[in-house]
């Protein structure tokens, strides 16, 4: 549709006004049944938005979503009309963003993603074209209607403030000398050793950023405020990549903070995945069994979609095999072992092979996945000293239980008792056909 959009045409209970924008599917502002401005996104097919979490999100930094119909004849998200207009055409017609406003800019886009993250959802295209500007604070639309994740949110946004700082074509000291750390954290080559979203709110507002200086109208740009605008097409904007940053002694200090938060991190998960194995060595059956599901979460915890946790459960199922091989394994090779000298406890053995195999679930060669994930949730908590000592304490006592317990408790097959008496018989055959040999 090209010019205004006749009045006679419907989309669900929403009347049509005019198109405001096209890309991976036209947005149009219309009115609602009341007579309310709305803005409706038409939705590409295949396109499966989480609606439900959508209108969870609530922050005054993310346009709020009314309503939608993503599987029918017509897919459609509707959400509040903003008054705004995209960043890039922001920073084009005012020139670069400093100060106070630059602030606000890198603490409300933080915000915003703290709050998409927290209802499991990823922006997945956020750029100067998903971002719109109403007096002065930014408010971000068209989020997860893309594939995404929180540290691809993260480089996002570090992409965007160094935009809006400097425009486009930025030179490398563009940024202010006060915000260099954060977009240098947000953009790290490593996802993991990126900070969350609501850490860098938390930065952002302590910021005191200088104006731009000898900041001026570009020429020939408009001195008027454009009309408002909907929100921005869903397709990713160009996003230059944030400018190399000096090697300041600020830079630095955020760098060696990270390392240790994330050597701290690591440590953490290291206590999870000792009591996840000390719990499958003491309680085999249910062990295992706890394990495959935190696996699971884990895998799935970055997902923002279904397709996300089928994949999440496939690739476990798919490292069960992996790990039923240790379990059998170890058994059998103490088994092996008794040959030489010394009698084992069929339990025991069997008790200490589904250990092994809990270990493979956690943390193996190519199988990465859950421990870096406990990496990044731990990160939040590694960043703070008292979370540390909190969280280090409590892992640690848990870890020294579970390996007490491992080493000095009957192992226990709850529930499934015919197969603890199988399983012991079989190992005291297979040892006594050892030792005859």
Request: aromatic fraction near 4%; charge should be neutral.
């Amino acid at each position: 549709m090209s010019g205004e959009t006749s009045h006679q045409e419907h989309i669900g209970p929403y009347r049509l006004l005019s198109p405001l924008g096209g890309g991976a599917g036209a947005v149009h502002r219309a009115a609602d049944p009341d007579g309310r401005d709305v803005a409706i996104r038409l939705l590409p097919p295949g396109t499966e938005p989480d609606l439900a979490r959508m209108r969870a999100v609530r922050s005054p930094y993310v346009v709020d979503v009314l309503d939608g119909e993503p599987a029918g004849p017509v897919p459609y998200v509707v959400s509040r009309f903003v008054p705004g207009r995209p960043l890039d055409e922001h920073v084009a017609a005012e020139g670069p963003v400093g100060g106070a406003a630059l602030r606000r800019m890198a603490f409300g886009l933080a915000k915003a993603l703290a709050a998409l993250h927290r209802q499991g959802l990823a922006h997945g295209a956020l750029g100067p074209g998903t971002v719109l500007v109403v007096d002065a604070a930014p408010v971000v639309v068209d989020f997860g209607l893309t594939g995404g994740d929180a540290p691809a949110d993260v480089a996002a946004w570090g992409a965007v403030v160094a935009f809006a700082a400097g425009g486009p074509d930025a030179p490398a000291g563009a940024l202010p000398a006060e915000l260099r750390p954060l977009v240098a954290a947000a953009t790290d080559p490593d996802p993991g050793a990126r900070p969350s979203a609501a850490d860098l709110a938390e930065a952002a507002s302590a910021l005191d950023l200088p104006p731009v200086p000898g900041t001026s109208r570009p020429s020939g740009a408009p001195s008027s405020r454009p009309a408002p605008v909907a929100p921005a097409p869903v397709a990713p904007s160009a996003v230059p990549p944030a400018p190399a940053v000096a090697d300041a002694s600020g830079t630095a200090a955020v760098a060696r903070g990270l390392a240790v938060a994330r050597g701290w991190a690591r440590l953490l998960a290291a206590m999870v995945v000792v009591i996840a194995v000390g719990v499958a060595v003491m309680m085999p059956i249910a062990g295992l069994a706890l394990s495959l599901a935190a696996v699971t979460l884990l895998r799935a915890a970055a997902a923002t979609s279904v397709r996300g946790w089928a994949w999440a459960l496939g690739r476990t199922l798919l490292t069960v095999p992996y790990a039923a091989a240790f379990t059998v394994a170890v058994p059998l090779a103490l088994v092996a072992a008794s040959a030489v000298g010394g009698e084992i406890d069929p339990l025991g053995a069997c008790a200490f092979g589904a250990g092994a195999g809990a270990a493979v679930l956690w943390t193996a060669p190519g199988v990465s996945g859950p421990r870096r994930q406990m990496e990044r949730m731990a990160l939040a908590t590694a960043r703070h000293p008292r979370g540390i000592a909190a969280a280090g304490v409590v892992l640690g006592v848990l870890a020294l239980l579970a390996i007490v317990g491992a080493m000095s408790l009957t192992p226990s097959f709850a529930p499934m008792y015919g197969l603890q008496s199988s399983l012991e018989s079989s190992i005291d055959r297979l040892q006594n056909a050892v030792d005859r040999m």
